[in-house]
């Protein structure tokens, strides 16, 4: 079982940067993909950003340009690097890696969620 611990959510100005930490620890073959979430109040949770073990990303439209993904597989760790942040990016927002656990099923662990407030 794999777990995920998030950190470096907080409050900040619209157009302040934060950097989001993810680390991941457990029992598993490997890290398939692993990203970034995100749940405003009163509505679904959406992606983010992600990254495959092959180094691809993937980006919501309404973060690109501004948030930058990246992972140290080292240490199982994966950045969430925002910047020019708006108050529409307030949300909680949720590690997710997709793993091969050692019986090479394919399973999904979740972060409990590190919030991020956006406002002046």
Same mark, same amino acid.
């Given at each position: 079982?794999?777990? =995920? ?5 907080? =409050? !900040?100005?619209?157009?302040?940067? /934060?950097? /989001?930490?993810? &680390? ?18 009163g509505m679904q949770r959406e992606l983010v950003? *992600? ?7 993937n980006y919501a439209d309404s973060v690109k ?6 992972? *140290?597989?080292?240490?199982?760790? !994966?950045? =969430? ?7 529409? *990016?307030?949300? =909680? ?7 091969? *656990? /050692?019986? /090479? ?10 919030? &991020?407030? &956006?406002?002046?």
């Open positions: 079982q794999v777990q =995920l611990v998030e950190s470096g959510g907080g =409050l !900040v100005q619209p157009g302040g940067s /934060l950097r /989001l930490s993810c &680390v991941a620890s457990g029992r598993m073959f490997r890290i398939n993909s692993i990203g970034w979430y995100r749940q405003a109040p950003a *992600d990254i495959t073990r092959g180094g691809s990303t340009g501004r948030v930058t993904i990246s992972r *140290d597989s080292a240490k199982n760790t !994966v950045y =969430l690097q925002m910047n020019s942040l708006k108050p529409e *990016d307030t949300a =909680l927002y949720y590690c997710n890696a997709e793993y091969s *656990d /050692l019986n /090479l099923f394919n399973r999904a662990a979740w972060g409990q969620g590190t919030q &991020v407030t &956006v406002s002046s």
